[in-house]
């Protein structure tokens, strides 16, 4: 027995459980902690029985549960090294001075050395020139601070260096820092693109995809015969995903958006762009054409994911994808949707 349950799926939030008889994994936890465990108790899944959770990449939408999910169930985590770096940089706080504290610092760095100086050499002329480059710079920061403001746009922020932390940093900032690690995780894993490993008793090969993350994946899990595939969040169809995404069994496959809809929609056109970018989310056409021309036809379920809620219609992408196929039966090829607000019913074979 193998299962495919999508608990959510759309640019608010992503996330599928993937089963055999004695293996589950969460791939992406793109909600927050309680709206997952409501999802999975909605559709049956006991999130106890979950051995790890499985990212494809560190966009919000994939991974805004994650450290409290894993922290609670205590289970690993598993990356490729690039996204756990960039999800990690993501979750620490960034320390900054403003311009008139940084040449504060800088004084204070200029007075000292100037006095280690003249105390070794009394009459030195660096020890004068150093003095003198302090009582400039200090000049200077009375100006910066006369003409400080409010507005945090008008004052530069220079990065701090990680020693200086304590420096600068407001006693909210101080107060956060005796809080627990958000990067903490009971166990990391690291898996590479292009090499299968194990989870239990689910083979999972993954593949890279074009988008604009640090190393994102799409999957092939399989599983006593059984074999489902996952693949959104790509701009287009590569050789290698169309080489993957054969001999399926099940296939959650994305149709993101109708391109008149999101060439009329709302979005700011340098979204547009993004979205419409090789390395941004497939269209109802392009899922349509991979349908139609490098799909070989096996699958019993193809599961349309990751529909735009302000790009596409359901029926749109829907009607598309069904036109590719030819002929969708009882038999295979049945076309489902996966929803934002509400868990799919579980695809078992």
């Not at 101080?174 to 898996?191: C, G, I, N, R, W």
């Not at 809620?309 to 295979?332: I, K, M, Y």
Request: aromatic residues 6%.
């Amino acid at each position: 027995m193998m299962r495919m349950t999508v608990l959510a799926s759309g640019s608010k939030g992503n996330s599928t459980v993937i089963s055999s008889s004695r293996t589950r994994v969460l791939v992406d936890a793109g909600l927050s902690c309680r709206e997952l465990l409501k999802r999975m108790s909605i559709a049956g899944e006991d999130p106890t029985q979950l051995n790890a959770i499985l990212i494809t990449h560190e966009h919000q939408d994939h991974i805004a549960g994650l450290s409290v999910l894993a922290r609670r169930l205590n289970i690993p985590v598993f990356f490729t090294e690039p996204t756990h770096r960039a999800w990690v940089r993501m979750l620490t706080p960034r320390t900054t001075m403003t311009y008139a504290k940084w040449l504060d610092h800088v004084q204070r760095e200029k007075e000292a050395r100037a006095a280690a100086v003249a105390a070794n050499a009394p009459n030195s002329d660096l020890a004068g020139q150093l003095a003198e480059e302090a009582r400039i710079i200090a000049g200077i920061a009375a100006g910066a601070a006369l003409h400080r403001s409010d507005d945090p746009n008008v004052t530069p922020e220079l990065p701090v260096d990680p020693e200086e932390e304590d420096l600068c940093a407001p006693e909210s900032q101080q107060a956060a820092a005796q809080k627990p690690d958000p990067t903490y995780l009971p166990a990391v894993e690291y898996f590479h693109s292009g090499t299968r490993f194990s989870i239990g008793d689910i083979d999972i090969t993954p593949f890279t995809i074009p988008h604009d993350a640090a190393d994102p994946c799409g999957f092939v899990f399989e599983a006593e015969g059984i074999r489902m595939a996952l693949a959104t969040d790509l701009g287009y169809m590569p050789p290698n995903v169309k080489s993957a995404l054969k001999r399926l069994d099940v296939l959650l496959l994305e149709s993101n958006h109708d391109l008149e809809m999101l060439r009329d929609g709302p979005y700011p056109w340098s979204v547009k762009q993004r979205v419409l970018s090789r390395v941004g989310h497939l269209s109802n056409h392009a899922t349509a054409e991979f349908l139609q021309k490098d799909y070989d036809g096996g699958a019993s379920w193809i599961v349309l994911g990751h529909l735009s809620e302000s790009n596409n219609a359901p029926e749109l992408a829907r009607l598309s994808a069904e036109q590719a196929l030819g002929n969708p039966t009882l038999l295979g090829n049945r076309v489902l949707l996966a929803h934002q607000a509400t868990p799919l019913d579980p695809i078992t074979l």
